[in-house]
Nanobody
Framework: QVQLVESGGGLGQAGGSLRLSCAASGSDVSISAMGWYRQAPGKQRELVAAIASGGTTNYADSVKGRFTISRDNAKNTVYLQMNSLKPEDTAVYYC??????????WGQGTQVTVSS
């Protein structure tokens, strides 16, 4: 059974950094498409960053140059390094195993709050 556990959220300051982790079990992240999504209050869930099985990455325009998605195959973990945080980055962040077009598997989410 696939399980994804996010961690690393919390309170950050504008201009600061946070790193989110997504530890996977029951599936091999090195051969899977993985993504980070976020959902702010009253808004739809949106894709923030994704990494393909081959390593290709893509980012939402709003986070390009600030966020970096990476993968540690030995730890079966995917990360989201978030730099130059903005208050509008405040949201619940979710990890997903699978591409953007299928149901995939989701983590429980981790809250990120950025203060100005």
């Amino acid at each position: 059974q696939v399980q994804l556990v996010e961690s690393g959220g919390g309170l950050g300051q504008a201009g600061g950094s946070l790193r989110l982790s997504c530890a996977a079990s029951g599936s091999d992240v090195s051969i899977s498409a993985m993504g980070w999504y976020r959902q702010a209050p009253g808004k739809q869930r949106e894709l923030v960053a994704a990494i393909a099985s081959g390593g290709t990455t893509n980012y939402a325009d709003s986070v390009k140059g600030r966020f970096t998605i990476s993968r540690d195959n030995a730890k079966n973990t995917v990360y989201l390094q978030m730099n130059s945080l903005k208050p509008e980055d405040t949201a619940v962040y979710y990890c997903k195993l699978g591409n953007a077009y299928g149901p995939g598997y989701w983590g429980q989410g981790t809250q990120v709050t950025v203060s100005s």
